[in-house]
């Protein structure tokens, strides 16, 4: 049971560079989420998608896109890489937005 | 807008002794509030979660409380170990926002 999967681990930009982050769910939660955690800052919502085909801006979202592809899948993307994005980003999901939040295990972004 | 805090930032402990993790939160308008564990460099563990209609919720040695009126919620640990030793992170369910966190260290 795989849960929350994302990909990739570890990734290093150089600013101006584009890249999507991937996250698949295979628990058939309606609700996905991304997060990016910075030292001392907690976890700050990016965008979440409450069921497929919808998404919404959270607490930080300027510099990202997302794609809710399927009821799995949620993906994030940069266009245009910043160092202010060197990060830790994290994909979860949960049932609807009242239920346990599962995470994945992060992909650790660094742009130069 | 909800502010979710957590106090103190850190704590250090001997083994053994009895703890208490703070979340604090301005909008008492929540759906349910969920703790979390973090290892350092690893992702997020889920360790309870207490609905809104709930005071307490208890698993093993943890025991979360909430008062949605005063906006608070309480993670104790009871008899703390080592392998304790981590981040404890709270997120409260409506605009699905998290406290910064409380690094906690058990000395043996």
């Known amino acids: 049971n795989a849960g929350v999967t994302q990909t990739p681990k570890f990734q290093v930009l150089k600013t101006g560079q584009s890249m999507t982050l991937q996250c698949a769910q295979d628990?058939?939660?309606?609700?996905m989420y991304w997060y990016r955690q910075d030292p001392g800052m907690g976890l700050r919502l990016i965008y979440y998608?409450?069921?497929?085909?919808?998404?919404d801006k959270g607490e930080v979202p300027n510099g990202y896109n997302v794609s809710r592809l399927n009821k799995r899948e949620f993906s994030l993307r940069l266009e245009s890489a910043a160092p202010s994005q060197t990060s830790v980003y994290f994909c979860?999901?949960?049932?609807?937005?009242?239920?346990?939040?599962?995470f994945g295990n992060g992909t650790r972004l660094t742009v130069t | 807008k909800q502010e979710v805090t957590q106090i103190p930032a850190a704590l250090s402990v001997p083994e053994g002794e009895n703890l208490v993790l703070n979340c604090s939160f301005t909008?008492?308008?929540?759906?349910?509030l969920q703790w979390f564990r973090q290892d350092p460099g690893k992702g997020l563990t889920s360790l309870l979660l207490?609905?809104?209609?709930?005071r307490e919720q208890t698993s093993g040695r943890l025991n979360a409380s909430l008062d949605k009126s005063s906006g608070r919620s309480t993670l104790y640990i009871a008899a703390s170990q080592p392998g304790d030793s981590a981040t404890y992170l709270c997120?409260?369910?409506?605009?699905?926002?998290f406290g910064a966190g409380t690094r906690l260290t058990v000395k043996p």
């Open positions: 998608s409450a069921s497929e085909g919808t998404t």
């Open positions: 909008d008492s308008a929540i759906y349910n």
């Open positions: 979860a999901s949960s049932e609807d937005r009242a239920s346990p939040l599962h």
């Open positions: 628990m058939n939660h309606n609700s």
């Open positions: 207490i609905q809104s209609s709930q």
């Open positions: 997120a409260v369910h409506n605009d699905m926002r």
